[in-house]
C-alpha cells in the first residue's frame, strides 16, 4: 500500500527538541519533493518546509525558520523534521506530504495521517 | 500571500457553490485546491488551476482569472461538507489560504 507515517510527536516543554519521522511505503520518495505542512488546533493548513529531491535545496516558513531542519534519507526512504527552540504556538498536527511535478510545485497528492506535537504553556 | 473567501458558507443538496482565492501577486497557475474532513488528512482535488485529480468526481471544477482562482462545487452533495483551501506553489515558502467551510 502506498502511504505514508509520521512519528515522532508528542508533548514537549518550551524550548526543547522533538525530531519528526516520515516513513514512505510502497513507492520510493526519492523521485519526489518533500514537504511538511502542519495545523494547529481548530486553525488553517500552514506550510512549515520542503525538500528537493537529492536534498540540495530546503525552504522553510518564516515562522519556523533557524529553529527547524528538514532532511531526508532516501535509502531509509525516510523524511525528517528537527524542531528545536520549540514555542507554545509551534503546538499542531504535523503532516508529511509528498508533492507532485519535478519541481514539486505541483501539490501534495500523498498526505500521512499526521502526528500531534504539544508545546503546553 | 493567498486571500480566500467566504470563510464559511452553506448551501443545500443539489446545489452550486464558489469559492474564491485572490494572490496577491501573479502565481500563473500554481495553484491547487484541497478538500479537508474533521479528522483527516487534506485530499487534493485540483491543480494547476484546473486539473482535476484522478478519482475525484466531475462535480469539482477549478477555474483562473488573472490573480483570482475559484473553486465551483456542482450538485452538491452531503459527503462535501468539508472545509476547502486553496495553496499557491509557484513560490517557495508554499502558502495556504484560510480555508472555507462548507455546510
Known amino acids: 500500500e502506498v502511504q505514508l507515517v509520521e512519528s515522532g510527536g508528542g508533548l514537549v516543554q518550551p524550548g526543547g527538541s522533538l525530531r519528526l519521522s516520515c516513513a514512505a511505503s510502497g513507492f520510493s520518495l526519492s523521485s519526489n519533493w518533500m514537504s511538511w505542512v502542519r495545523q494547529a488546533p481548530g486553525k488553517g493548513l500552514e506550510s512549515v518546509a520542503n525538500?528537493?529531491?537529492?536534498?540540495?535545496?530546503?525552504f522553510y516558513a518564516d515562522s519556523v525558520k533557524g529553529r527547524f531542519t528538514i532532511s531526508r534519507d532516501n535509502a531509509r526512504n525516510s523524511v525528517y523534521l528537527q524542531m528545536n527552540s520549540l514555542r507554545v504556538d509551534d503546538t499542531a498536527i504535523y503532516y508529511c506530504a509528498r508533492d507532485r511535478g519535478g519541481s514539486g510545485d505541483f501539490g501534495s497528492d500523498l498526505w500521512g495521517q499526521g502526528t500531534l506535537v504539544t508545546v503546553p504553556s | 500571500q493567498m486571500t480566500q473567501s467566504p470563510s464559511s458558507l452553506s448551501a443545500s443538496v443539489g446545489g452550486r457553490v464558489t469559492i474564491t482565492c485572490r494572490a496577491s501577486?501573479?502565481?500563473?497557475?500554481?495553484v491547487n485546491w484541497y478538500q479537508q474532513k474533521p479528522g483527516q488528512a487534506p485530499k487534493l482535488l485540483i491543480n494547476a488551476a484546473s486539473t482535476l485529480q484522478s478519482g475525484v468526481p466531475s462535480r469539482f471544477s477549478g477555474s483562473r482569472s488573472g490573480t483570482d482562482f475559484t473553486l465551483t462545487i456542482n450538485s452538491l452533495q452531503p459527503e462535501d461538507c468539508a472545509t476547502y483551501y486553496c495553496q499557491q506553489s509557484y513560490s517557495n515558502p508554499y502558502t495556504f489560504g484560510q480555508g472555507t467551510r462548507l455546510e
Open positions: 501577486q501573479s502565481v500563473s497557475t500554481y
Open positions: 525538500i528537493r529531491q537529492d536534498g540540495s535545496e530546503k
